[in-house]
């Protein structure tokens, strides 16, 4: 957790605190009494309440601008995203300008109010014909969410902000509202008794929420900059990831599926053989990321799954 052992608290400015990631990073530095936070996201009110927040459209300048003025934030963490992956490439304006033009504009913002930028990208930058991938690995986005989120790296990249990029891939954990997680929605369709077609080809390092807002803590409290991976403990198949949920919660391995991708025929493509290697971001950021069943664990107990 950031601390300075000063009296003068660190101002952390969380952009897309509704989302899932942005949720988990406002109950963190909620904690922490040497962070102050300031949170905004495009919905009316803040999910988790007694809070600093303003309703923000990332789209419009004048609205991160307001943002920066109210809060003079010192570090400002980008979660804020167009997450659908197939909905971007039916609504390819409106991704572009949520994950590229307004990525430009945060940087600017951020640079003229001399903060740290902190911005969340993907995996999905990649192909996925040769996963797992580090931070040096060549980019090549198979998925229009893919380039926007490129896209939005490069804006940065090519801004003067001092800025940290780090790439996550399938984010689960304890997040109480908005939509469900992969874990969650296995658990709750097994449970229910559902059929669930689960994809045998895709394989990653699936990321656990609290594990990645420690990472992102670090490069915070570190002043760490540059590009850094952080994926989970282990690299596996999702239908692997799946049996992995069902033998944890003593679910029903029938009611699984195993499916290729090309069989659901989603709009946008998916990288395969995929997932992100740590090494850099266990070296310079820290970084140690739980065990599968330790954070089934957590969530079983957070969530009472
Ligand atoms: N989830 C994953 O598996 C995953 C994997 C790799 C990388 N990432 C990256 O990790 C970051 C966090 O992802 P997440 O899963 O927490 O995403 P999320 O749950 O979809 O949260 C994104 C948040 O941004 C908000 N938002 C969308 N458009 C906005 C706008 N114009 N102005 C202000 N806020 C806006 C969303 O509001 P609405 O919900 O109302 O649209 C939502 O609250 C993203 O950068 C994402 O690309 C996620």
Not at 61 to 88: E, G, H
């Amino acid at each position: 957790m950031l601390s300075t052992g000063n009296i003068l608290k660190n101002r952390i400015l969380i952009i897309g605190s509704n989302g899932m990631l942005g949720q988990r990073l406002l109950e963190y530095y909620k904690k922490d009494n040497f962070t102050e936070i300031f949170c905004a996201s495009v919905e009316p009110e803040s999910f988790i309440k007694d809070i600093d927040y303003k309703q923000t459209d990332i789209t419009n300048k004048n609205d991160i601008k307001a943002l920066m003025r109210a809060f003079y934030p010192d570090v400002v963490i980008n979660a804020a995203a167009y997450t659908n992956v197939d909905k971007c490439d039916t609504e390819k304006e409106t991704a572009w300008k949520i994950n590229a033009l307004a990525v430009e504009n945060i940087a600017k913002y951020s640079f003229a109010y001399n903060a740290h930028l902190i911005h969340i990208s993907t995996d999905y930058v990649f192909d996925g014909l040769n996963g797992p991938y580090t931070e040096e690995d060549k980019v090549n986005p198979v998925s229009y969410y893919g380039r926007t989120k490129l896209a939005g790296e490069n804006a940065i990249n090519s801004s003067n902000v001092k800025y940290t990029i780090i790439r996550t891939n399938v984010l689960y954990g304890p997040a109480k509202h908005g939509r469900m997680d992969f874990v969650k929605w296995v658990v709750n369709s097994l449970r229910e008794g559902k059929n669930i077609n689960i994809v045998t080809d895709q394989i990653n390092n699936p990321t656990y929420i609290d594990d990645l807002v420690k990472g992102i803590d670090s490069a915070a409290r570190l002043s760490k900059e540059g590009l850094f991976n952080i994926g989970g403990a282990e690299f596996l198949s999702r239908l692997d990831f799946t049996y992995r949920i069902a033998d944890f919660f003593n679910l029903d391995k029938n009611l699984i599926k195993p499916i290729e991708t090309r069989e659901l025929n989603q709009p946008a493509k998916r990288p395969l053989k995929s997932g992100l290697i740590n090494l850099k971001s266990e070296r310079d950021l820290f970084y140690k990321p739980l065990g599968v069943e330790e954070t089934f664990a957590l969530m079983k107990n957070e969530l009472n799954l």
